[in-house]
């Protein structure tokens, strides 16, 4: 298993500003997986964050407003850009550990 | 049509009773199948995987029917704290990716 420790928990922000949040892993792994979870839908994985390179972005998200940082292989950072009410989720970082997921505590983000 | 498709619910049962969940996915190369349990305003976490042959965990039984492309939980004598949102989960080998459905409510009632 993997203890994610992400951060925040959740923040209310205005229009226009950026929120960067931030997962630490307890052990090295080699892919770090972005998803946003909006209420009342299923999980929609963001990017792929891996160290070394660039984010792999899915279908529907762009690098512009969801810059990722993966500066080794514990830590991993996805900013929300520009925010809109839109953009009001839960984002969850995770890792794969034997090709099951573990994730963060999830960042709840409320954009007015 | 969604590749991972569940009835959201919710189910409402009373405790002690048996309930089960299904679940169909669509994409035939389809490799691993998963289990995960989410309360609210919290993460999903992994509640058990889904083998071929089926397998049991206590009160909570999976099964998967790959000729139909669905998946099942059953869940025996429920408790109040078996009340979560229950998401299945898909791993494609051929895209590499693990697709969520939108998960099924479950509340268990005295």
């Known amino acids: 298993s993997a203890v994610i420790s992400q951060k925040p928990s959740r923040d209310i922000c205005q229009r226009g500003t950026s929120l960067t949040i931030q997962c630490q892993v307890d052990?090295?792994?080699?892919?770090m997986f972005w998803y946003r979870q909006q209420p009342g839908q299923s999980l929609t994985l963001i990017a792929t964050?891996?160290?070394?390179?660039?984010?792999?972005?899915e279908s529907g998200f762009v690098i512009d407003k969801f810059p990722i940082s993966r500066p080794n292989l514990t830590f991993s950072t996805l900013t929300v850009s520009n925010m809109s009410p839109e953009d009001s989720s839960i984002y969850l970082c995770?890792?794969?550990?034997?090709?099951?997921?573990?994730f963060g505590s999830g960042t709840q983000l409320s954009v007015l | 049509r969604k590749e991972v498709e569940q009835d959201p619910g919710p189910f409402n049962v009373p405790e002690g009773a048996t309930v089960a969940f299904n679940c169909t996915y669509s994409?035939?190369?389809?490799?691993?199948f998963f289990w995960y349990r989410q309360d609210c305003r919290k993460e999903p976490k992994l509640l058990m995987s889904?083998?071929?042959s089926g397998n049991e965990d206590g009160r909570f039984t999976a099964q998967l029917n790959r000729a139909s492309q669905y998946i099942s939980l059953l869940i025996r004598d429920s408790k109040l704290s078996d009340s979560a949102t229950y998401l299945c989960?898909?791993?494609?080998?051929?895209?590499?990716?693990?697709?969520f459905g939108q998960g099924t409510t479950l509340q268990v009632k005295p």
């Open positions: 994409n035939s190369a389809s490799q691993s």
């Open positions: 964050a891996n160290q070394g390179s660039e984010a792999t972005y």
């Open positions: 989960v898909v791993y494609s080998g051929n895209t590499g990716k693990l697709i």
């Open positions: 995770s890792v794969d550990v034997d090709e099951k997921l573990f």
């Open positions: 889904v083998y071929s």
């Open positions: 052990s090295q792994v080699t892919m």
